[in-house]
């Protein structure tokens, strides 16, 4: 059963710090990861898909690693500010659309 | 780009009765839909998958018999919560794939979800 896990858990920072998000995945046999963004109460904002033959995808100031084999990716959040403040989540999908979803980060920066 | 719909937002009952939760994809044809369910302060659990006409698949350890989908065109999906219990009370979230069923490279989109509070 595919497990996914996102560390830290929860993460304070002040605003301009360069951050990595972390996400680990048990099973390699994935088709693709993606990463959302979720405000408070909100649904899920797509951030970046990395499909499964891909190394990384950059979109703005984030970048997300993709390391398949290890079970490992990243994401990498430039120059935060405020407004990055939310819960990120990972995802991957093990076919037929089926996303697994891990723990996720929720994220602070403060001005 | 791609909008899923979800309605009501937020909807309060009374024990024992039953919800009815759409989900809309506005501007293209979804093959496939999903249902999540998130509780407080934790990731989203796929219900069911649901296959515009035909029955839908559940997750194991989720109650068919209680959530109850039904995808009868390519832009609408429906969950109802038959005989909903405090235990239900939850966020539910859809998402719409655009792509044949086994695409499994397309992506979803995901409506803003439905709170639902039972007491």
């Known amino acids: 059963k595919q497990e996914v896990t996102q560390i830290p858990a929860a993460l304070s920072v002040p605003e301009g710090e360069n951050l990595v998000l972390n996400c680990s995945f048990t099973?390699?046999?994935?088709?693709?990861l993606q990463w959302f963004r979720q405000d408070p109460g909100k649904g899920l904002t797509s951030l970046l898909l990395?499909?499964?033959?891909?190394r990384e995808q950059t979109s703005g100031r984030l970048n997300a690693s993709l390391d398949k084999s290890s079970g490992r990716s990243t994401l990498y959040i430039a120059a935060s500010q405020p407004g990055d403040s939310a819960t990120y989540l990972c995802a991957v999908n093990t076919g037929f659309q089926k996303l697994v979803f891990g723990t996720g980060t929720r994220l602070l920066v403060s001005p | 780009g791609a909008v899923v719909s979800q309605h009501p937002s937020r909807v309060i009952c009374k024990s024992g009765t039953s919800v009815k939760i759409e989900c809309r994809s506005l501007?293209?044809?979804?093959?496939?839909m999903f249902w999540y369910r998130q509780f407080p302060k934790q990731s989203l659990m796929l219900m069911a998958t649901s296959n515009e006409g035909s029955k839908a698949t559940y997750e194991q350890g989720v109650e068919k018999d209680k959530f109850l989908i039904n995808h009868a065109s390519l832009t609408l999906s429906t969950l109802t919560v038959t005989s909903a219990h405090p235990e239900d009370s939850s966020f539910y979230i859809c998402?719409?794939?655009?792509?044949?069923?086994?695409?499994?490279?397309?992506?979803?989109?995901f409506g803003p979800g439905t709170r639902l509070t039972v007491l």
């Open positions: 501007d293209f044809q979804a093959t496939t």
């Open positions: 099973d390699s046999a994935i088709y693709n």
């Open positions: 998402s719409a794939g655009q792509g044949a069923y086994g695409g499994s490279t397309d992506t979803q989109y």
């Open positions: 990395i499909q499964s033959s891909q």
